[in-house]
C-alpha cells in the first residue's frame, strides 16, 4: 500500500543546509548562476538544458500510441479518445478517467 494522504515527505536536509548557507553567503547563489549562464554562453550543452529547465520547466514527455492496434488500447485510453472525438496526442496521456458512479445504489 502506498503512502497515505496527506502524509507528504516535507523532510528536505540538503535543502534545508543550503538555505542556512545561503543566508550566511546572500552573493553565492548570484555567482553561482553567473557561472550557469556563463558556460551556456560558451556552447555547454547541460548549462543550456539546465537554463531552460529553470526558466520554462522541463518537457513533458509524450507517449505516442498511435501505431498500437486498437485492441490493445486500455480503457482509459479508448475513453480518452472517445471523449475528445478523435486522437490527439493529448489524449493519449496515459492517465486514468475518474471512476464514474452509478445513480442506482444497488
Known amino acids: 500500500m502506498g503512502r497515505p494522504l496527506g502524509s507528504l515527505n516535507r523532510e528536505k536536509p540538503f535543502q534545508d543546509a543550503l ?3 545561503l543566508r550566511n553567503r546572500p552573493l553565492a547563489l548570484r555567482r553561482v ?4 549562464l556563463d558556460k551556456a554562453e560558451q556552447g555547454d550543452f547541460a548549462s543550456i538544458r539546465e537554463l531552460i529547465d529553470r526558466l520554462d520547466g ?4 509524450v507517449i505516442d500510441r498511435q501505431d498500437v492496434p486498437i485492441h490493445e ?7 480518452r479518445i472517445a471523449a475528445s472525438g ?10 486514468p478517467p475518474a471512476k464514474v458512479r452509478s445513480k442506482d445504489p444497488s
Open 19 to 21: 538555505r542556512i548557507a
Open 33 to 36: 548562476a553567473d557561472q550557469l
Open 58 to 61: 522541463k518537457a513533458v514527455q
Open 73 to 79: 488500447l486500455s480503457d482509459a485510453e479508448l475513453y
Open 86 to 95: 478523435g486522437s490527439s496526442v493529448e489524449t493519449m496521456l496515459l492517465i
